[in-house]
């Protein structure tokens, strides 16, 4: 079965910095990869997914990632930190056209200081 | 807000008693999902549903039972709840099963069981 792990359960950034919340996966198949944001006391919210075609996928907010089949990675990145961006981010492969194998990681919570 | 609703938001409840979660949602998707999310694990999937009366198991779906008698309402059932189960519950709903979709999610049922 397709599995996620995110490394680093907390990562701290200064504002203006660049923030870098790194995913790998595992997966059988092509994957298709998300990234997804959840603010405190919120559900969680898709931030941007990669299914097919060009490998860089640019999301909401101003943050991107890049799939590497090669590195079996899907790394979520902003070129500047704003304080708005302090949130819990979780990285989800699911590796069929079937939503009901998705997978979850951890999650990485996101600190911006000031 | 995507229409989608959990009740209760907060619920503390004794070990071997049964609780009921209701997800509603206003979107008419087909397919609803029930998640937990602990630290350390992200997301894991409970239940699902497909349909009116369609459900099936998750990964972690030991001691949960569910039921959609109507397309809005998706119910999450402990029937006799255990310490184990105290954790937070999330809803999420899709149009369609392929992966590219992605979820939307409820806020959130925080479901403490002492």
């Known amino acids: 079965a397709q599995s996620v792990t995110q490394l680093g359960s907390h990562v701290s950034v200064s504002e203006g910095a660049l923030v870098l919340l790194r995913c790998n996966y595992s997966s059988s198949v092509p994957p298709y990869l998300f990234w997804y944001v959840q603010y405190p006391n919120q559900g969680l919210q898709l931030l941007l997914k990669y299914t097919t075609g060009a490998t860089l996928v640019k999301g909401i907010n101003g943050f991107e990632a890049e799939f590497k089949k090669s590195e079996t990675s899907f790394h979520l990145t902003k070129p500047s930190a704003h304080m708005s961006d302090a949130a819990e981010y979780f990285c989800a492969v699911s590796a069929s056209r079937n939503n009901n194998d998705m997978r979850f990681g951890a999650g990485t919570r996101l600190t911006v200081k000031p | 807000d995507a229409g989608i609703t959990q009740s209760p938001r907060h619920k503390v409840t004794e070990t071997g008693t049964p609780v009921t979660l209701r997800c509603h949602q206003t979107e008419n998707h087909r397919y609803m999902y029930w998640y937990r999310q602990d630290p350390g694990h992200g997301l894991r999937l409970i239940h699902y549903s497909y349909g009116v009366k369609d459900t099936d198991k998750g990964e972690v779906s030991d001691g949960y039972s569910v039921s959609r008698s109507k397309t809005e309402d998706f119910l999450l059932t402990l029937e006799s709840a255990t310490s184990s189960q105290t954790s937070v519950y999330f809803c999420?709903?899709?149009?369609?099963?392929?992966?590219?979709?992605?979820?939307?999610f409820g806020s959130g049922t925080r479901l403490t069981v002492v």
């Open positions: 999420a709903i899709s149009e369609l099963a392929l992966s590219s979709y992605g979820y939307t």
